[in-house]
């Protein structure tokens, strides 16, 4: 199978998802400004390459009054990704610091993802405040957080991987007194 078609079947999978979630008759029964179906449109966006429509939808969903309960855990997650698409510059003005500074907003409500984006944006070494320790403390708190791969979703699972691998390629890069500080500020995020 090769790589666009498997793209196109990827993309008509995740659009049958959202369809599935925010149906016409669903939307009538809420609102149509639904935190769900907004994030998942949203994603959908994304996932299409139009950044901008993507951090629309993830916008509302930041701003939007929570009614439901979980409505917080997709605020915390429209948050990270729409800061993503802020520190890459995709759809909206790059601003690396606002991002970085949003990444920690969302962790401080439990978006398990943006440990990882605030990991990488440390590591990164067009971000003028890039620091190792920082980015190893960042993935290793992802390690006190959940320990356990297997209790994750298939999404954190990911997030859990890239964790393990960013922490491998970070530590062959610092000293041991380096590492005992990486993991003192990660015992400092939670």
Request: with cysteine; net charge negative; proline share 1%.
């Amino acid at each position: 199978m090769n790589i666009n078609l498997l793209t196109i079947s990827f993309l008509f999978l995740s659009s049958s998802v959202v369809a599935g979630k925010c149906k016409i008759e669903y939307l009538n029964e809420l609102e149509y400004t639904d935190i769900e179906c907004q994030f998942y449109m949203g994603t959908t966006a994304y996932r299409n390459k139009v950044y901008s429509v993507a951090a629309a939808h993830w916008n509302y969903v930041i701003e939007a009054p929570l009614k439901f309960e979980g409505e917080d855990q997709f605020q915390a997650m429209a948050l990270s990704t729409v800061t993503f698409l802020t520190y890459q510059g995709l759809g909206i003005k790059q601003d690396r610091n606002l991002a970085v500074q949003h990444w920690k907003d969302a962790v401080s409500k439990g978006d398990f993802e943006a440990r990882r984006h605030l990991a990488s944006a440390y590591s990164d070494k067009n971000y003028q405040k890039n620091d190792l320790i920082k980015a190893l403390g960042w993935y290793e708190s992802i390690f006190l957080i959940q320990p356990d791969f297997e209790a994750l979703d298939e999404t954190d699972q990911s997030v859990f991987q890239d964790a393990v691998d960013g922490a491998k390629s970070i530590k062959i890069e610092l000293s041991a007194k380096d590492i005992r500080k990486a993991m003192e500020f990660a015992q400092s995020t939670l």
